[in-house]
């Protein structure tokens, strides 16, 4: 098991530099922290991911029994099965977060989900299994296995649900391109709108031109609330 229900959830936090208005959660990879995946975005970039009504949440998921924080996974494979144990102690320590924002005065429709690699996967299940009123969904170097729980529950929803935005480096040998390309095929297919943006020579890793484009898209997810009237 990944953690106890109510676990205290550490995070990094980006504040925006204007009024808040909405809400970003980046959720980090295995064995990986909030704060080392804020600084290696900063790398990339050379300079912090900001907005100006944007907060950005980079959370830790509390240690698990296996290597290093989040959930667990057998193996790096799309065809074994998921270990929903796990997933889902993560989907509510996460949705407590989300109902932080929400209490904060935040609605859930300015709220975006996402993640790198298994942190992208954690978004998936967290946003179309159990919140698909969020704003938005993105997925770089991410997967989901072919038998997934999210397929499953997407096949008895009805419902408009959060538009998808995947990034993957056709050079990744840990998590193979073709895998998230069957992965937006599959969501696509149960009613998922996506967007998929193959990134030529990029390994398992953040590219800038990658992060260029998330932060458009994220601006078109969550933009700038004009200020009320006077």
Not at 118 to 141: E, I, K, P, T
Not at 216 to 225: D, F, S
Request: charged share 20%.
């Amino acid at each position: 098991m990944a953690a106890a229900s109510g676990s205290v959830l550490q995070r990094c936090i980006v504040s925006p530099t204007g009024r808040h208005s909405a809400s970003l959660i980046f959720l980090h990879g295995s064995g990986d922290s909030g704060q080392r995946l804020r600084m290696w975005i900063k790398q990339v970039l050379n300079q912090d991911l900001t907005f100006q009504h944007i907060k950005i949440i980079y959370p830790t998921a509390p240690p698990s029994d296996t290597v290093g924080p989040s959930f667990v996974r057998f193996k790096i494979s799309n065809d074994c099965p998921e270990h929903l144990e796990s997933i889902d102690v993560m989907c509510q320590v996460l949705t407590d977060l989300i109902a932080e924002e929400v209490k904060s005065g935040i609605k859930k429709n300015r709220i975006l989900i996402g993640g790198f690699s298994m942190g992208g996967c954690m978004a998936m299940h967290l946003a179309y299994r159990n919140h698909q009123d969020v704003a938005g969904v993105f997925a770089l170097s991410s997967f989901l296995n072919k038998a997934s729980a999210v397929y499953q529950a997407l096949q008895k929803n009805n419902d408009v649900l959060p538009e998808l935005f995947q990034c993957h480096g056709t050079a990744d040998e840990l998590v193979l391109h073709s895998w998230a390309e069957e992965t937006n095929a599959m969501l696509k297919s149960l009613g998922v709108t996506t967007k998929f943006h193959s990134f030529p020579d990029v390994y398992h890793e953040l590219s800038k031109p990658e992060l260029d484009k998330l932060k458009l898209w994220i601006l078109t997810k969550l933009p700038r609330e004009m200020e009320k009237q006077q």
